[in-house]
């Protein structure tokens, strides 16, 4: 099967709504979502749909919708069964509007992981019952953290082990190695995404308007945080 032009993926997006309601949808995300999809933005949808783990590179431009396009794929992988939880790591500036978008469209209520939160959610999950020995990030189904507060070495560790099964990474020119000279956070967020991808069953989806900075070592970079070989 060849990934078609704008009418055909319009056709596919109209048959799969069309077969949901007969009961069998291709598609099972179109049924929980609270928007029309454009065609163009099924392209990656229909890319991980074929892979196993999803590892993709979503690089498109401002405005394109991204955010979008990301949480598709997330819809689609918990739909199927495939995903329990979700993770999205971003800037600290961005967590509240991702979590208002998973949300809004796409029915997944994830916790804001950042400063002044992380001790409210504490206290709510020993209410809930959360075991002695678990964290925070085991306890959250769905969250949305700043990655530069979960990277930081008091939390890390824990982090890593309560990781959900997919892994958004928004802004991820953010996360590429950096050059000699680079600053030490950015080689702190790479190292974080990197153990995270070492999990050969994790899904991770990196997503940026930037991809490539005309600095092709840290573009390989961000490729092997996908495809280690490459």
Known sequence: TVIGD???LRLLRDAARFAFRNGAAPLRSLAHVNL???PYQLVPLLMALR???VRLLVGDDVGIGKTIEAGLIARELLDRGEIRRVAVLCPAQLCEQWATELW???HIR???IRPGTLAALEREHDRAGRHANQTVFDAVTHMV???DYVKADARIESFVRGCPELVIVDE???VARPGRAGAATQQQRHDLVRRLAADPRRHVILATAT?????QGAFASLVGLLRPDL
């Open 110 to 112: 994830a916790d804001v």
């Open 6 to 8: 704008n009418i055909s």
């Open 51 to 53: 892979l196993d783990p």
């Open 104 to 106: 809004s469209k796409f």
């Open 145 to 147: 953290a700043s990655i």
């Open 36 to 38: 029309d999809p454009r």
């Open 211 to 215: 991809p490539h900075s005309g600095d």
């Open 172 to 174: 991820a020119h953010g």
